[in-house]
Structure formats: C-alpha cells, structure tokens
C-alpha cells in the first residue's frame, strides 16, 4: 500500500509541532508505504518530484507524516522478516532525519538508529563469516566510590533493584523510613517477561521487590514513573506508542530550549534515544524500558498490600504554582485517582504516586 499526501497551495507552517502531526493520522491502523514505491525511492533524484517541497519544508505536518510512515514502513517489513526493504526504508530515512534538526527530524533520527539497531541483531551479518565472529575488547577506567565528608550516615548498596536483598538497607527498629522511586519498578518487567515464558514460578520478581519492601513497614513510599504503553507485546505496538510519547517529549523540548543546547543534546541523545533503542530495539530480558501507565502500577501496588494515599489538595496546587513561577508554560498536572500526572499540553508524560502499608 501506498500513503496519499495532500500538497496545501499555502505555505508549510515552520514552527509545526510533531503533537500537530500526530493529530492528523490516526496511530490505530496506520497506512504503510511499499518499499517499492518509486514516489519515495526516487524522490531525492527526482528535481520535479510533487512531494519534494515538502522536504523543503521539513517542520511542516507533511513533512513529520512523511518520517512516521517511513518509520511505520521499516517497522513493517522488520515484523515481517523483509530485511531488505526495511533495509532500503533505513536509507530514506537517513537522507531525512537529523539529531540537530527539526522537532520531528530529531525525534525520527532516534527511532531510525534505533530500528538500525534492531536490524543489525536479525543480519546474518557477523556470527555467521566463515572465519568466525570479530573479537572485540574494550577496557574501561573509572573511580567506583567516592568518600564524602558530609554531616549524616550514608549507607551504599552495590547492587540492582531484582538482586537487591533488603536485609542490605540495615533499617532499625524505630526508624521511619520513607521509599523513593524515580524511573526504576519499570524494569523489572524485563525479568518477569522471562519468568512468564519459562513457567513455573508463581511470584513475580516485582511481587517479591514490593512485598519485601511491604515487610519493612515504610511510613510512605513514593513512586514516579513513565506514563506511558511501551510493553506491547509486538514491535509494531510499542513504535506507535513510544512515537506518540517522545513527540511530546521532544515537542516540550523545541519550546523551552534551544536546538543548539549542549544540554539539550545530551538529554536526547544520552537519556531519550537511550530509551527509545532499548523500546525499539531489545526483546527479552535486554528490553528494560518496559513503560506502563499509572493504572497498571497502582494495581500491582495495591496487590502488594499498599494502600493509595492521596496527594493534598495543597500539594496539587504547590506543585501548579512551581510550574507557573518557573515559566513553565505548557506544562500541566493533572490529578488522577489521588495521583499526580504530569502533561505536556494533553499528553501524560509522567505519574507520581504515594502509598503507605495497609494493616
């Protein structure tokens, strides 16, 4: 199948924004490109192309449709086993994005190095040479442990999350302890992928964490996590999520600093296209960026014996007045079942939530 564009006679918009995009298709039953579409195959050589203003005019909604479908088109093919044309769908795309570019630009340059990531796995490129695989070493140096001369305990645990044994907090009795946890409960979905698969085990690597953590008697526990549908089962599924959600991401970028931002380059290439590789590219227990929404957490929160405390009306409304001190327009936190959700225009981007044990 072939996607259809309309040419506008008016001039392309130059500030279009990749949310504008995305409202004008539907993500549901997405329109995918033939590789062998010589309207897109031949569009860079061809002078008199129709669609060639609108790479002209790359901050346009035309232009963003046509890096989704792109990406929609390479996806496609991957599911299907045709490393060729997703091969071929690569090159379009890399005439096309770029990481110091547009909104949408950057935002496609990390989903097209990420689906290069994936495809490179399925090649039959380097552990099948006659000579066998490359051997590759890499050495590293870096200072493990720094020795701070501050006024309070500090108590370092050298270990992951799923391989964490709480005996290792040394919590004492008579002590409040309060629990915080920024971006982390996500991955240890990766481990219970893999535990779902192999069967026989009845209690989930995240049941265990929440439980231990249960039978410490926290006085609260606080958890912030990506508001978003990143674990579909199918690359097809968690493309078109993650797409609709780094858009945002990057959109509220675009509006608050500039492209040219040294910051703003290392937090989209180091943190977001981190992520987006890890989405896009990883299967199995490699995938840890395994993103759900607020109702999935709360239901496993709940189940571990935790009960939701709401957050304060004051707290709401401190937290609006940040937002608004700061100029952080565009921003928005909503209120959802006693938690926090904070929004780039209408789209959930993060969630906040606090619990306390149930007796």
């Given amino acids: 199948m072939v996607a259809t564009f309309q040419e506008d006679t008016a001039p392309s918009s130059v500030s279009s924004s990749p949310l504008q995009v995305f409202s004008t298709m539907s993500l549901t039953r997405p329109t995918l490109l033939s590789s062998s579409s010589s309207s897109f195959q031949d569009l860079k050589k061809i002078p008199h192309h129709p669609l060639l203003p609108l790479l002209n005019h790359s901050l346009a909604i035309n232009g963003g449709l046509i890096l989704i479908h792109l990406l929609l088109t390479c996806a496609n093919h991957m599911a299907s086993g045709s490393l060729q044309n997703a091969n071929a769908a690569l090159d379009q795309l890399s005439h096309l994005v770029s990481p110091d570019g547009d909104t949408m630009q950057r935002v496609a340059a990390y989903?097209?190095?990420?689906?290069?990531?994936?495809?490179?796995?399925?090649?039959?490129?380097?552990?099948s040479r006659p000579e066998g695989p490359p051997h590759l070493r890499i050495t590293g140096v870096h200072l493990h442990k720094e020795k701070l001369d501050i006024p309070f305990q500090f108590n370092p645990v050298v270990s992951s999350l799923d391989c964490l044994n709480v005996d290792q907090l040394r919590v004492k009795t008579g002590e409040a302890l309060a629990v915080s946890s920024v971006l982390q409960l996500h991955t240890f979905l990766a481990s219970d992928s893999d535990m779902s698969n192999n069967n026989g085990h009845s209690l989930r690597k995240i049941d265990r964490f929440l439980n231990a953590i249960w039978g410490l008697s926290p006085k609260i526990m606080v958890v912030t996590e990506q508001h978003s549908d990143h674990n579909g089962s199918t690359l097809m599924q968690r493309l078109l999520e993650s797409l609709y959600s780094y858009a945002a991401l990057f959109d509220c970028l675009e509006n608050k600093i500039p492209r040219t931002s040294?910051?703003?380059?290392?937090?989209?290439?180091?943190?977001?296209?981190?992520?987006?590789?890890?989405?896009?590219?990883?299967?199995?227990?490699?995938?840890?960026?395994?993103?759900?929404k607020l109702e999935k957490w709360s239901q496993?929160?709940?189940?571990?014996?935790?009960?939701?405390?709401?957050?304060?009306?004051?707290?709401?409304?401190?937290?609006?007045?940040?937002?608004?001190?700061?100029?952080?327009?565009?921003?928005?936190?909503?209120?959802?079942?006693?938690?926090?959700?904070?929004?780039?225009?209408?789209?959930?981007?993060?969630?906040?939530?606090?619990?306390?044990?149930?007796?």
């Fill in 111 to 127: 989903f097209t190095e990420a689906l290069a990531n994936r495809i490179l796995k399925s090649w039959p490129a380097f552990n």
């Fill in 262 to 292: 040294q910051d703003r380059i290392k937090v989209e290439k180091m943190l977001f296209g981190e992520e987006i590789k890890n989405i896009i590219a990883c299967e199995g227990s490699e995938r840890r960026e395994r993103h759900e």
């Fill in 300 to 359: 496993r929160i709940d189940l571990a014996g935790f009960g939701n405390v709401p957050l304060s009306y004051y707290v709401m409304l401190q937290a609006r007045r940040l937002l608004q001190d700061y100029g952080f327009y565009g921003y928005m936190i909503k209120e959802e079942s006693g938690c926090a959700v904070i929004c780039w225009q209408d789209r959930p981007l993060y969630s906040v939530s606090a619990w306390r044990c149930s007796k």
